[in-house]
């Protein structure tokens, strides 16, 4: 069978084949706003990796239905109601999985990336938002990436989200400029919003250990998870950074498609 998994944020859409021992190469595309031109523009990005298709699995930066549908998505606001899965099933003649995207990136590192071999994966991805998921012995924990369980999580103590203090479209929007031209000072004075939400995290799931991803979690134009490491100090579920890059959705949708 022939399985094709992807991957769809705020900004990019990655596509790649499932392989005998990963994925294929990738397939990266921009993600257009309007959802039905972002369809297109997948099925086209599918039909490039493999004109042969079985069954296609993928995650959105959204809260997803059990039906595929898009329920909502803060950084793709025109997404919502969109029946996702039912449109690429009818334009590939394929079985479709859409899951909200940071679940499928925490599946990835808890079955093949930087949380393997632990039972208890917490995952908190950083880029264009903030995404995260909770995985039980390689199973996603339904209602992990949305909801009270979510919110509980990502909700300070002042009451602004880590969506809001550090997610890359609202810091863009809060400095007026590119997240890759903001000084290292600006990364600094967000360490401690960040390291609040892992301790809601850590004191909320009682993970085996804490996984974060995302593309600003990096030495250079973002969170440097070593300094993290330092100041979280001795007692506390290990932390460490995600070890599957951008691919970890992927391999996720991977993970999920050999179940």
């Not at 990738?26 to 493999?50: K, N």
Request: one cysteine or more; aromatic letters at 6%.
């Amino acid at each position: 069978m022939t399985h094709i998994v992807f991957d769809i944020g705020g900004t990019h859409m990655r596509v790649a084949a499932v392989t005998g021992d990963g994925i294929g190469p990738v397939s990266r595309v921009h993600t257009p706003q309007d959802p039905e031109e972002a369809m297109h523009a997948l099925v086209d990005a599918v039909r490039s990796v493999s004109i042969d298709v079985d069954s296609v699995i993928g995650g959105v930066a959204a809260i997803v239905a059990e039906d595929g549908s898009i329920v909502f998505s803060t950084n793709l606001p025109e997404w919502g109601g969109y029946a996702l899965a039912a449109k690429l099933t009818l334009a590939l003649a394929a079985h479709v999985t859409i899951r909200n995207d940071a679940e499928l990136a925490g599946l990835g590192e808890a079955v093949y990336g930087a949380g393997k071999g632990y039972g208890s994966v917490a995952y908190l991805g950083i880029g264009s938002g903030v995404g995260t998921s909770r995985i039980i012995d390689g199973n996603i924990e339904p209602h992990s990436s949305d909801g009270s369980m979510r919110y509980g999580i990502i909700t300070l103590q002042d009451g602004r989200t880590l969506e809001e203090c550090i997610g890359g479209k609202s810091l863009e929007t809060r400095y007026g400029n590119k997240l890759e031209a903001l000084p290292a000072s600006v990364w600094k004075e967000l360490t401690p919003l960040l390291l609040e939400g892992i301790q809601n995290m850590a004191s909320s799931w009682n993970p085996d250990v804490i996984v974060l991803g995302g593309s600003l979690v990096n030495e250079k134009t973002g969170f440097n998870i070593d300094e993290l490491i330092r100041l979280r100090g001795d007692n506390a579920p290990p932390l460490f950074r995600a070890s599957l890059g951008d691919s970890s959705g992927l391999y996720g949708a991977k993970a999920l498609a050999e179940q």
